[in-house]
């Protein structure tokens, strides 16, 4: 049974750490926009914040931080290796640090397992793979500038020679990927957790235009229990076990999102989510370099 007060919960990492379970996602949050969010998601409660070098709003993000006036010590705050920084790891924490006004980052994940040319995205890094960049990533541990590292779009195969590697010291804290009803991934969450591994979710409501506000089995399923789809979409991913990062720049629907307490689905109900049919998923990895993309998709049936 779940507890039914989620909004403040955490889950345990390896390392020792602790991750609130529902942060602020703030990809294609338009510039000028995420300051404002993430101020308004620090006041209304939240304690995690997703960002990226690659979203380009790190900068917005750590004023909307300073804005909030909440203690830096009490927000979770995670950001991403840029696929064209692989071979220049370190440099790459102290950019993100530097843009984010702070000393460290609670984690810091690889983006994805594809070391792209730093002048040319279309071109991978030759002789150069995920395996290399772990161990950069490990040496960040000694700085004091990273609390936890992890990853993000590994699939099964990655982790598998990335946790059997010998220069393999210590495992990803997190690793974070697309989950939603149509792109639940079961295996590899499985995966994930027994191998201590955090599952978190990304475009956990589908993103950007997403079909599944337009679902009728959670239409009926929100209007059944006087929900939001979005706030049945956040609580079916908490009960399933894993943090849910999802994105707003809308201060109500900030609010909104985290209310998930006091409530919550019955076995029944996560089943009919569950036994949603529809397959779909977002980061489709068209910006990827083409030889890398048979490499970094793993099936359907994960
Ligand atoms: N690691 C990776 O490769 C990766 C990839 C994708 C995403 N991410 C992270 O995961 C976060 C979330 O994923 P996402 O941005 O793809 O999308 P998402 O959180 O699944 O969905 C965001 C969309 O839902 C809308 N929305 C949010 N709350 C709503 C509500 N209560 N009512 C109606 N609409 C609502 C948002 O519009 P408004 O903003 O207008 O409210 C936006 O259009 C990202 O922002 C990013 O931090 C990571």
């Given at each position: 049974m779940s507890s039914p007060e989620l909004s403040k919960k955490v889950f345990a990492l390896n390392t020792g750490h602790t991750v609130p379970a529902i942060g602020l996602g703030t990809w294609q949050s338009k510039p000028g926009e995420v300051e404002k969010a993430v101020e308004a998601a620090l006041r209304s409660g939240y304690r995690h914040i997703d960002t990226a070098a690659a979203y380009g709003n790190e900068a917005e993000v750590g004023a909307g931080i300073r804005a909030s006036?909440?203690?830096?010590?009490?927000i979770f705050l995670t950001t991403k290796l840029h696929n064209q920084w692989h071979t220049r790891v370190s440099e790459a924490l102290g950019q993100s640090l530097q843009k984010l006004q702070t000393?460290?980052?609670d984690l810091y994940l690889i983006h994805w397992p594809c070391a792209t040319d730093p002048n040319d995205s279309t071109k991978v890094v030759p002789d150069w793979d995920y395996v290399q960049t772990w161990v950069e990533m490990q040496k960040l541990l000694e700085t004091g500038k990273v609390k936890s590292i992890g990853v993000s779009n590994f699939g099964i195969s990655h982790l598998e020679r990335l946790l059997h590697h010998?220069?393999?010291?210590v495992a990803p804290a997190v690793n974070q990927i697309e989950l939603h009803p149509n792109r639940p991934s079961p295996k590899l969450v499985a995966y994930n957790t027994a191998k201590g591994i955090h599952s978190t979710a990304y475009?956990?409501?589908?993103?950007?235009?997403?079909?599944l506000y337009q679902n009728q089995a959670l239409l009926d399923l929100a209007q059944a229990k006087g929900r939001s789809v979005q706030q049945v979409l956040i609580r079916w991913g908490l009960q399933k076990g894993w943090s849910v990062i999802p994105k707003s720049v809308n201060a109500d629907r900030i609010r909104d999102n985290l209310a998930v307490d006091g409530w919550e689905l019955t076995g029944g109900e996560m089943a009919a989510i569950d036994a949603i049919p529809q397959r779909f998923k977002?980061?489709?990895?068209?910006?990827?370099p083409p030889v890398m993309h048979d490499k970094i998709f793993y099936g359907d049936d994960e």
């Open positions: 006036g909440v203690p830096r010590a009490e000393t460290y980052v010998p220069s393999c010291r475009s956990c409501l589908g993103s950007t235009g997403s079909p977002v980061c489709d990895g068209s910006f990827l």
